[in-house]
T-cell receptor, first 111, second 117 residues
Framework: SQELEQSPQSLIVQEGKNLTINCTSS?????LYWYKQKYGEGLIFLMM?????EEKSHEKITAKLDEKKQQSSLHITASQPSHAGIYLC???????????FGTGTRLQVTL | DGGITQSPKYLFRKEGQNVTLSCEQN?????MYWYRQDPGQGLRLIYY???????QKGDIAEGYSVSREKKESFPLTVTSAQKNPTAFYLC????????????????FGSGTQLSVL
């Protein structure tokens, strides 16, 4: 089974609307990363969260880490077409010295 | 500019053929990684290397091989033993491979799409 589950798998929102993507881990989280990917391209780093309760923002994107729930959320305010893409969470879980990634959330923003 | 370069962008493999995907970085990073991306399955780790001349299998190493003779380079060979090679392959690097470390932040290349003829 997948260690990191993302929801929803896909999302279509109208420009200007807010949205939230969730990432839930089946194991203890030691660090949580959010990346964005344009179709057929590499991943762009968005944010990293390390401490429970930590919240970071960049432009209109805010990410939070709930360590107790082993969950992180990514919130986009007033979505724009430039926000469209695939959002992936990645985490260091357990003692493995490598990142595990979620299945991704595909976001489309309509005009 | 510093970064990670993957080549080629598109690659076609004939049945029974081995093909090699290139990954070069000039970030002076110790750790390098290869991931495979299939639709709906996110990224899965194939191999990773924490230091020159050393590498470890990831979750789906069967049918693949790697080498790390130079710090800057981490080529991936898709062998004929890999029966379902069609996928998008991503190379990444980080300052070092650690646990719960800010140095775990990965920098990604632009990917190689491999298809079977």
């Amino acid at each position: 089974s997948q260690e990191l589950e993302q929801s929803p798998q896909s999302l279509i929102v109208q420009e200007g609307k807010n949205l939230t993507i969730n990432c839930t881990s089946s194991k203890t989280l030691y660090g949580l990363y959010w990346y964005k990917q344009k179709y057929g391209e590499g991943l762009i780093f968005l944010m990293m969260l390390q401490k429970g309760g930590e919240e970071k923002s960049h432009e209109k994107i805010t990410a939070k880490l709930d360590e107790k729930k082993q969950q992180s959320s990514l919130h986009i305010t007033a979505s724009q077409p430039s926000h469209a893409g695939i959002y992936l969470c990645g985490a260091v879980t357990g003692t493995a010295s490598k990142l595990t990634f979620g299945t991704g959330t595909r976001l489309q923003v309509t005009l | 500019d510093g970064g990670i370069t993957q080549s080629p962008k598109y690659l076609f493999r004939k049945e029974g053929q081995n093909v090699t995907l290139s990954c070069e970085q000039n970030l002076n990073h110790d750790a390098m990684y290869w991931y495979r991306q299939d639709p709906g399955q996110g990224l899965r780790l194939i191999y990773y290397s924490q230091i020159v001349n050393d590498f470890q299998k990831g979750d789906i190493a069967e049918g693949y091989s790697v080498s790390r003779e130079k710090k800057e380079s981490f080529p991936l060979t898709v062998t004929s033993a890999q029966k379902n090679p069609t996928a998008f392959y991503l190379c990444a690097s980080s300052i070092e491979a650690g646990t719960a470390s800010t140095n775990e932040k990965l920098f990604f290349g632009s990917g190689t799409q491999l298809s079977v003829l």
